[in-house]
């Protein structure tokens, strides 16, 4: 697709769907600027999955998508990972369960032996001598020593009931017991001496709540998938496929178990390596000889190779015969000790996608502290570039907490495009928080956020940097060999081995991002693809150019080893880090003695600290950053700035992200262009540059990052005093403090005070005993007019009642939407009183207190001391004066997670303005707030600033004499999910600024 589609929802279909409601949503993902939206299945989903409800309700969106403008892309689970169809792949045919090879073992000193081990599908049981350098031909199969036993006897009984009655009544007792608790046993006699025994036994994963997970090394279970799932949506909507429905995500598919296994994998294994994989099963979890890392690296490749085969390939197929782009990603991509246990040799799995993808969760992002997570993304977009891909996705905002901010979503993208990423799936839109849903990986970046009325300046953004970051191609010196094959020989009980070489190459992947040397992870089956072009390394794909290939690991496969030769021969730069590594046969090549290779195959031996400079003397670069030293007089190589650049033409396309929480002085150099370009980048800022022959520099996207904010100000009026605040929507006091009893309390006058507080917050889904009241108390300073008692759907199940006062609410409760969908609210004006009022929630037949309970409407509300969710209500009549200095939670707002108003009237004398040819430029700025802010001049909108700086260029708008200012701020969504009292509001003084 040449258009962009970011941003696209992670749509989480989580509740029972309504019609209107879906609808709704849709308009309001469409009003905000997304493209698309993913139709994601999720735990809650209370409409049968792939029931002819939920295809109609697929139905329904697809065709408002088509009407409205958006794509409704296909998602291939319920929830995650792909592979079950919602679990019904293995409920219906248990055969299809996951299976996994399982090492049993003990220590003999020999002589007799007796080892019972639990059961499953026995394969081998061996005895391997423990001691240096035991050969293969010392190990004794003992498997045709094994068999079944019961080892537990039942308690004694009489029985008679399966037999003619008579035997009962005449006969004598007939006592009865069995032995039960079947065990393989193997009994042999072994010479003297120390051994392990090891029996491998293949047993199926453990189902989980979702079902047993399938096989899909499995081609039937596979297929079996596909017909309940990719067909049944082709044969509702193939008609959209390639337009309206423009593709499908699939979700964290895997191998389970240390090592995975299928019925087929021998045969399949053999076939590959002219070996029998059985009779060398101790490798697969023992470091036993010099034979060992090949073995494991075999089964490793083979794994992958059958889940390409069996499960990725011909869905990918599948996708591109309907017209569809087949995208989604692969987990752990982060880690490559998990690759190799869940997906080994990621890149070759990843490379049958139209839009490969990773995922990015938690709100971390790579750099000094933890530079490995640069290597989910960087793998993703070197895919993408070897292959000649699109673009490459990120599934991302994931398990952020209802903490993160839209300014904390700006610094991971900003990372993640840096990084070379392409698209941005937001993880989630949820359709509900009701009850436990809001505690499922959030937050919900959806109507329930308060930021949501800005959303759509964030998504514009997204837009424009994946619209300017999918032209050309991209541009860097490096290709950074994958060391899978390293990970595959240690693999799984080398941990120390694996930890230090997962150690050093996040080291080295940071240390050339943060000196912007850009580089393309390659494997490989890529670069056996490449040749050399004007001593360059060529891919001819995607037409990238790379000056040097670095390797390093303790193992490289042979294949590449005698290409590299070939290459470095023909005057190729490849340079080796560190010690030469052992070699690895390539799979499915003839055999060689590759253990005996001493031929030099790089061009240059360097140790890793030198890299960097060895890369600055030895390559040369079009870009060159530098920055101002702390004398100012002297420029230094910038670090810990990440560059990403694109070619279009003779044009170049530069993107900057700033790895430090300072403000930086920059200079960009570049040899066509002359004098440097000079700019300031701020604490985890961005800023993304282009520069042509024809009009030079431009900054086209940061209108801050392009202005006079940087330098000395010619005039600055403070106009921090004297704000009129007040919210745009009714405050909330969250009631999270509970008081549980199976006696009812109130009526009867007894202490409740003294009963130990349940906190919902922070000890969600309390299960209530049958007949046990929950109490809640708050304080009323006067009765208003209104007061709403807000629940969500929990409450109406069971037979819950709730009361105020004592007085049981038996009206049927408004449905409305304060922080949801599924929000229900009584008016408990008429039941109040002055001081203390108490809610009262009666679990009858028992259940689960899953949520706090909230209570709305215009008030000003007081905690009673810190850390307390009980609060006195106050009247609040008329908009906050004063200064703007305060908290909200200060202001009478400690759970407010709406915007917050601050209006001024400001008169400006006609002097202030310059009445030069030359106009002023006139900034309104703001030193700090949470967390983001929209102003508003005089009735015109100056725009929406995520992020710091927080600073509005407002020349045109401002005017001599009375001006009207309006700052909308969203605070975080925290306060109101949690009840916990975020800093939220204006805090730094507010200027107008005029340069």
């Known amino acids: 697709m040449k258009e962009t589609m970011t941003p696209i929802s992670f749509w989480f279909l989580n509740h029972l769907l309504e019609e209107n409601e879906l609808i709704w949503q849709l308009d309001e993902m469409k009003d905000k600027g997304f493209k698309g939206v993913f139709i994601h299945p999720r735990d809650g989903l209370e409409t049968p999955y792939l029931s002819e409800d939920w295809m109609e309700k697929v139905e329904l969106i697809v ?40 090492m049993e073992s003990m220590v003999s000193a020999g002589g007799k032996l007796c080892f019972d081990f639990p059961v499953g ?42 037999y003619f009655g008579r035997y009962e009544d005449e006969g004598n007792p007939h006592w009865r017991t069995a032995a039960g608790s079947s065990v393989y046993r193997t009994m042999a006699v072994l010479p003297t001496g120390d051994w392990k025994i090891c029996a491998f036994v293949i047993r199926n994963i453990v189902p989980s709540s979702r079902g047993g997970y399938a096989d899909l090394l499995n081609p039937e279970a596979v ?108 987990s752990p991509e982060e880690d490559p000790i998990g690759q190799t246990h869940f997906t080994p040799y990621l890149m070759s799995l990843l490379r049958p996608f139209s839009l490969p993808g990773t995922d990015l969760i938690a709100g971390l992002i790579g750099d000094e502290q933890r530079p490995l997570l640069h290597l989910g993304p960087k793998l993703v977009s070197s895919v993408a570039h070897h292959g000649g ?73 997204l837009t424009d940097l994946s619209n300017r970051l999918k032209r050309g191609k991209h541009h860097c010196h490096v290709l950074l060999y994958y060391p899978q094959s390293s990970f595959s020989a240690y693999y799984p009980d080398e941990k120390q081995k694996m930890e230090q070489l997962r150690d050093r190459l996040a080291w080295l992947q940071h240390e050339l991002l943060a000196n912007q040397w850009d580089f393309d992870w390659v494997d490989e089956d890529a670069l056996l693809s490449m040749k050399l072009e004007n001593g360059k390394w060529k891919n001819e794909i995607s037409d990238e150019s790379y000056d040097v290939l670095l390797l390093f690991g303790d193992f490289l496969e042979s294949e590449a080893v005698l290409f590299c030769k070939r290459m470095v021969d023909q005057g190729a730069e490849a340079w080796l880090l560190g010690e030469p590594p052992r070699l690895i046969q390539t799979a499915q090549k003839a055999a060689s003695n590759v253990a005996s290779y001493t031929e030099q195959f790089w061009s240059r031996q360097i140790v890793d600290p030198a890299l960097i400079t060895e890369l600055r003397n030895t390559v040369k670069r079009e870009v060159v950053l530098l920055e101002a030293a702390d004398s100012e007089a002297e420029q230094v190589y910038a670090r810990e700035v990440y560059m990403h650049t694109r070619m279009v033409g003779s044009a170049k396309l530069i993107f900057l992200v700033n790895g430090q929480k300072k403000w930086r002085r920059l200079f960009v150099h570049l040899d066509e262009a002359g004098q440097p370009k000079q700019l300031s980048l701020a604490p985890e800022g961005s800023i ?92 009323l300073d006067a009765v208003p007019a209104a007061l709403y008692l807000v629940t969500e759907s929990f409450a109406l199940t069971n037979g819950i009642t709730i009361s105020v006062n004592g007085i049981e609410l038996n009206t049927a409760p408004k449905r409305v939407r304060r922080y949801d969908t599924h929000n229900y609210e009584w008016n408990i004006a008429s039941v109040l009183k002055q001081g203390l009022n108490w809610v009262t929630v009666y679990f009858p ?21 810190a850390g307390a969710m009980t609060g006195t209500i106050k009247q609040m009549d008329t908009a906050l004066d004063g200064s703007v200095f305060s908290e909200w939670s200060y202001l009478g707002f400690p759970h407010y997670s709406g915007v917050m108003m601050y209006e001024k009237e400001l008169v400006i004398p006609e002097g202030w303005f310059l009445k030069e040819e030359k106009a002023a430029s006139i900034w309104l700025q703001i030193g700090n707030l949470a ?59 507010i200027n107008l600024v005029r340069y």
């Open 63 to 102: 065709n408002y998508c088509e009407q409205i403008g958006l794509h409704a892309w296909l998602y291939d689970e319920d929830p995650y990972p792909s592979g079950t169809a919602g679990g019904m792949v293995t409920f219906h045919k248990p055969e299809f369960l996951a299976k996994s090879l399982f």
């Open 121 to 162: 599908r026995l394969i081998k049981v061996f005895a391997i001598p423990i001691k240096d350098g035991a050969q293969r031909s010392e190990w004794i199969d003992l498997t045709s020593r094994t068999g079944i036993v019961r080892v537990n006897w039942s308690p004694s009984y009489v029985h008679h009931w399966h």
């Open 223 to 330: 297929r079996y998938f596909m017909e309940l799932t990719h067909k049944r949506y082709a044969a509702r909507f193939g008609n959209k496929f390639g337009s309206t429905i423009p593709g499908m995500f699939t979700d964290e598919p895997k191998v389970l178990g240390i090592v995975a296994w299928t019925e087929q994998f021998p045969s399949y294994f053999k076939k590959m390596f002219d070996y029998e994989l059985t009779d060398q099963l101790p490798h697969l979890f023992m470091q036993l000889d010099g034979h060992t890392a090949q073995i494991r690296h075999d089964y490793r490749y083979a794994l992958s190779r059958l889940i390409l085969e069996s499960f990725i390939e011909p869905i990918a197929k599948w996708c591109q015969e309907h017209h569809l782009l087949y995208t989604g990603h692969l």
């Open 389 to 461: 891909k699109p673009g490459a996705m990120v599934e991302t905002f994931g398990a952020n907490g209802w903490d993160m901010t839209i300014g904390d979503m700006q610094r991971m993208t900003d990372w993640l495009f840096v990084m070379g990423i392409t698209d941005i799936v937001t993880h989630a839109q949820f359709y509900s928080i009701d009850g436990q849903r809001k505690r499922e990986a959030p937050p919900s970046i959806f109507y329930q956020s308060s930021y949501w009325s800005f959303y759509e300046t964030y998504s514009q953004r």
């Open 688 to 779: 993304y540059l282009e520069w042509s022959k024809s009009a030079g520099w431009k900054q086209p996207l940061d209108k801050v990052a392009n202005s006079d904010l940087y330098e000395t100000p010619s005039v600055t009026l403070d106009i921090s005093d004297s704000w009129n605040i007040q919210p745009k929507t009714d405050n909330v006091l969250v009631l999270a403090d509970w008081h549980c009893s199976t006696e009812e309390l109130l009526a009867s006058k007894k202490s409740i005070t003294l009963l130990p507080i349940h906190r919902l917050t922070t000890q969600p889904e309390r299960h209530m005993q049958p007949g046990e009241h929950a109490y809640c108390r708050f304080f």
């Open 845 to 865: 037949n028992g259940g689960v207190f899953c949520e706090p309970l909230r209570l709305y409407g215009r008030f000003l509300a007081e905690l009673c001391y």
């Open 931 to 989: 967390d983001t802010a929209r102003c508003v001049i005089n009735g015109n909108d100056a725009g929406t600033v995520l992020s710091k700086p927080y600073a509005w260029e407002v020349t045109t708008q401002l005017h001599a004499g009375v001006n009207h200012i309006l700052i909308l701020v969203a605070g975080g969504t925290l306060a109101t999910m949690e009840g916990i009292s975020k800093r939220c509001g204006i805090f730094e003084s």
